[in-house]
């Protein structure tokens, strides 16, 4: 089974910034997947954000976080991270990574992801 872990999560103030990571068990190389980045806040329904292939490179970006939020990967790592600037505090949610192996090339949708981490919690507060 492919586990998934995100830290960097926190407390941060509206303005600042944050660098999300996401890191596979060393059982699995995350070569042959694509890590995808979503958010949920209580209530609402899951919110996908990012996608990175870590077998080309190529990723992808929802319309609503276009400028503000950078995906990057290290393979050697067998990490994804997910740069977040100028926080607002309509950021606040729990951020989960989630790999698939069948991306969509111009989508991202929580129900076509196989495997999840169990979420690292960003509040944007002053």
């Known amino acids: 089974q492919l586990q998934l872990t995100e830290s960097g999560g926190g407390l941060v103030q509206p303005g600042g910034s944050l660098r999300l990571s996401c890191t596979a068990g060393s059982d699995f190389t995350l070569d042959h997947f694509a890590i995808g980045w979503f958010r949920q806040v209580p209530g609402k329904e899951r919110e996908g954000l990012s996608w990175i292939s870590l077998r080309d490179g190529t990723s992808y970006y929802a319309e609503s976080v276009k400028g503000r939020f950078t995906i990057s990967k290290d393979n050697t790592k067998n990490a994804v991270y997910l740069q977040i600037k100028s926080l607002k505090p309509e950021d606040t949610a729990v951020y989960y990574c989630?790999?698939?192996?069948?991306?969509?090339?111009?989508?991202?949708?929580?129900?076509?992801?196989?495997?999840w981490g169990q979420g690292t919690q960003v509040t944007v507060s002053s």
């Open positions: 989630a790999a698939t192996r069948y991306v969509q090339v111009r989508s991202i949708h929580a129900s076509e992801y196989e495997w």
